[in-house]
């Protein structure tokens, strides 16, 4: 018996019953379209992600006290310091730009209108890792950070609410109750995946006044940025080596490249992907034993056919491929219309839940592959239960 023949066979027995067919094949659709769209989710969040810290570019590094060496050790961890920063400009010829940033909430105020909101503690380094994101005005300088001057930068959409389309710059605002003036104002970044940017909300403030509006004058994070991305290793280590020189060579820091926080994080959106995946192959695999338990039934009833078959010179292995075909053209009708469903749910969460979604040829071919596994390892017992039928008990068959 030819492949088309099994085909043409297997096709004409699903007509035969519509109904019945059609209620086996919705638990393989429900099952491909739950494959398909829990894949397209986790891809479009690894993509999304992924975008957003390449934005930040592959020359920048990341300096921080190590709070993973805090927990295991138990050990005081060493604090950053605005010194610290200047010292990795003076003293790292690969390093370009430096900035320190401390974060805090603050209040700020203008005329009735009043936020709590969050606050960057920083420095001239500002300008170099956000160069292009200010929309007017100009970024801190050295000289505002020295002598603690009192001035601020807001991001986009606080300056809108206090000043709307007048301009912003020079107005005097008030942080925690001390007048501020405003030099500058940040482009709007718009909204994330996690909804309103909160930097849309922010205030950029000297590193120097952060002792006085939150207690304390350690730095957060040092950023910094390799002149070139193949110096990228070796601005890490004329780091490491200054804050060594500082803090003692028993002080734990951890520094890192954006490169590397872009592969971790890669690495884990992929697995986020493959549980998804899973969770919806679950569904596939109680679809593929409705299958199996449809095939049985079929089986059962045409055993006089199989009978019949046989005593004109069919051979088992026609009948297991008879059988064997009619489950996976099941499976694959079912994967077709599930690839559909799920492409359009995959749209419709993106829609309702502002959340990107990305249906990849790697999760069509998976639906695919998944659909025909499910249909030749769901078939198989059924097949074979008809192709050992013994041929005069079956033609005795009622």
């Keep these: 018996m030819t492949f088309f023949e099994c085909m043409r066979l297997a096709l004409a027995s699903l007509r035969t019953n519509k109904l019945r067919s059609a209620l086996t094949l919705l638990g393989i659709v429900i099952g491909i379209a739950s494959v398909i769209a829990m894949m397209s989710i986790g891809e479009g969040g690894r993509k999304l992600v992924s975008m957003e810290l390449a934005g930040l570019g592959s020359d920048l590094i990341f300096v921080q006290p190590d709070y993973t060496a805090e927990a295991i050790s138990g050990a005081r961890r060493k604090s950053l310091t605005y010194e610290d920063a200047e010292a990795i400009r003076k003293w790292c010829p690969a390093v370009a730009g ?79 109750g001390q007048s501020f003036s405003v030099i500058g104002v940040m482009k709007e970044e718009g909204r994330t ?82 549980i998804l995946g899973g969770i919806g192959g679950i569904s596939l695999l109680v679809g593929g034993i409705g299958v199996m338990n449809i095939m049985l039934v079929s089986v059962t009833e045409r055993t006089r056919e199989v009978g019949i078959r046989k005593a004109v010179g069919a051979k088992k292995g026609d009948i297991l491929k008879q059988f064997l075909f009619e489950a996976i053209s099941l499976c694959l009708v079912g994967g077709a219309i599930g690839i559909l469903l799920g492409w359009a749910l995959a749209a419709l969460i993106a829609k309702i839940a502002k959340w990107p979604t990305y249906v990849s040829l790697f999760s069509i071919a998976v639906a695919v592959i998944s659909a025909s596994f499910s249909g030749v390892v769901f078939g198989v017992y059924p097949a074979y239960k008809a192709a050992n039928l013994d041929p005069i008990e079956a033609l005795r068959y009622e």
């Design 98 to 176: 430096v900035s320190v940033q401390r974060v805090g909430m603050v209040t700020v105020k203008y005329g009735t209108d009043r936020y709590n909101t969050s606050a960057t503690f920083t420095d001239e380094g500002l300008s170099t890792m956000y160069q292009g994101r200010l929309k007017e005005g100009r970024f801190l300088q050295e000289l505002d950070v020295r002598i603690q001057r009192p001035v601020v930068i807001l991001g986009g959409s606080l300056a809108n609410k206090f000043f709307g389309e007048s301009g912003a710059i020079g107005e005097k605002v008030k942080v925690n």
């Design 193 to 274: 995946i996690f909804g309103e940017n909160p930097s849309d909300m922010s205030v950029y403030l000297p590193i120097t006044h952060s002792k006085r509006m939150t207690g304390s004058d350690e730095v957060a994070f040092i950023y910094c940025e390799a002149r070139d991305t193949s110096q990228v290793r070796e601005a890490m280590d004329q780091i490491k080596r200054v804050l060594a020189q500082r803090h003692g060579k028993d002080a734990s820091f951890s520094v890192i490249s954006s490169a590397s926080i872009l592969e971790v994080t890669e690495t884990v959106a992929r697995i986020f992907t493959v």
